[in-house]
């Protein structure tokens, strides 16, 4: 039948050998000195040894207790640790932060990743959504800082950098040709509406050949040469080319990539944050 070892009984073994005594002991566990001396004794009758030499003024481990305190500093380091890695994660500050899909690469992996080096005990929490739902989520008191890709830029807010939109096809060119020219973008994007506009005033006649919220399937269509289009200019897609001005198509002018802020958020990893967005995405501005 096998026994089990009482860690209680084992931390109380090794308090006692690091502090000499059971009143020092007693004192760096919390407990009683009767508490740890019942403890070291009942670990004495378990294993049938003597742990400790008592003596006047001191307690020195015995040779079986060495080989127990061995052991026990193993364990005890092993349970703490269990402890600490399955234990939930807690946070002193939790930022909210959202960001459209299309611009979170390559800034916002190093904004992270220098935040949470500097900043281990706090924690910002990314959401990637489209422009307008980040708005209306962010109105709605969801998120402490959002930023947009805006066309045109609303009032109120603050502009980190502005960027030409351009067109984007397959690279063979073949959707370019087809007419009506058919247009591949999220319902909810932001360059959708943009892109018709630009279209009708050229004269171009276009029809939608998707219908839906998922990026991937928009990119699917326009790697395939089945539509057409538009994104910040440097945000190309797999399988996509921008096009120039060499085509009919004509040019989307400018977006603009936004901050909002709630104003909320305080502290030293508020100010970081707002400081690295500036920084990072102010950087790439045309």
Same mark, same amino acid.
């Given at each position: 039948?096998?026994?089990?070892?009482?860690?209680?009984?084992?931390?109380? @073994?090794?308090?006692?050998?690091?502090?000499?005594?059971?009143? *020092?002991?007693?004192? @760096?566990?919390?407990?009683?000195?009767?508490?740890?001396?019942? !403890?070291?004794?009942?670990?004495?009758?378990?294993?049938?040894? !003597?742990?400790?030499?008592? #003596?006047?003024?001191?307690?020195?481990? $015995?040779?079986?207790?060495?080989?127990?305190?061995?052991?026990?500093?193993?364990?005890?380091?092993?349970?703490?640790?269990?402890?600490?890695?399955?234990?939930? +994660?807690?946070?002193?500050?939790?930022?909210?932060? #959202? @960001?459209? =899909?299309?611009?979170?690469?390559?800034?916002?992996?190093?904004?992270?990743?220098?935040?949470?080096?500097?900043?281990?005990?706090?924690?910002?929490?990314?959401?990637?959504?489209?422009?307008?739902?980040?708005?209306?989520?962010?109105?709605?008191?969801?998120?402490?800082?959002?930023?947009?890709?805006?066309?045109?830029?609303?009032? #109120?807010?603050?502009?980190?950098?502005?960027? *030409?939109? @351009?067109?984007?096809? $397959?690279?063979?060119?073949?959707?370019? +040709?087809?007419?009506?020219?058919?247009?591949?973008?999220?319902?909810? =994007?932001?360059?959708?509406?943009?892109?018709?506009?630009?279209?009708?005033?050229?004269?171009?006649?276009?029809?939608?050949? %998707?219908?839906?919220?998922?990026?991937?399937?928009?990119?699917?269509?326009?790697?395939?040469?089945?539509?057409? $289009?538009?994104?910040?200019?440097?945000?190309?897609?797999?399988?996509?080319?921008?096009?120039?001005?060499?085509?009919?198509?004509?040019?989307?002018?400018? =977006?603009?990539? =936004?901050? %909002?802020?709630? #104003? !909320?958020?305080?502290?030293?990893?508020?100010?970081?944050?707002?400081?690295?967005?500036? !920084?990072? %995405?102010?950087?790439?501005?045309?």
């Amino acid at each position: 039948m096998s026994r089990n070892l009482d860690t209680s009984a084992l931390r109380a @073994v090794l308090a006692v050998a690091d502090a000499g005594g059971v009143t *020092r002991a007693a004192g @760096v566990l919390n407990l009683t000195q009767s508490a740890v001396s019942m !403890q070291v004794r009942r670990l004495e009758e378990t294993l049938g040894v !003597q742990l400790f030499h008592r #003596g006047n003024r001191k307690m020195k481990p $015995s040779p079986e207790g060495e080989k127990l305190i061995s052991y026990a500093r193993r364990m005890m380091a092993l349970n703490d640790e269990a402890l600490m890695r399955l234990a939930p +994660e807690t946070f002193d500050v939790e930022l909210r932060l #959202g @960001v459209p =899909c299309d611009i979170i690469a390559p800034q916002m992996p190093a904004i992270l990743r220098d935040l949470s080096i500097g900043y281990p005990k706090m924690r910002i929490k990314l959401v990637s959504s489209g422009s307008i739902s980040l708005r209306e989520a962010f109105r709605a008191g969801e998120f402490d800082m959002i930023l947009t890709t805006e066309f045109p830029v609303p009032e #109120g807010v603050e502009v980190l950098a502005k960027h *030409r939109l @351009v067109w984007i096809c $397959s690279p063979d060119l073949r959707a370019v +040709e087809a007419r009506p020219l058919r247009l591949a973008f999220k319902d909810t =994007c932001v360059f959708r509406g943009a892109a018709q506009k630009a279209l009708d005033a050229a004269g171009i006649v276009w029809e939608t050949a %998707y219908e839906g919220e998922s990026e991937t399937v928009v990119e699917a269509n326009v790697a395939a040469g089945l539509a057409v $289009s538009a994104l910040i200019e440097g945000q190309l897609a797999p399988g996509c080319v921008a096009i120039g001005p060499e085509t009919e198509l004509p040019a989307l002018g400018d =977006c603009y990539i =936004c901050l %909002y802020d709630s #104003g !909320q958020a305080k502290g030293d990893l508020a100010e970081a944050l707002r400081a690295a967005l500036r !920084q990072r %995405y102010g950087a790439t501005g045309g």
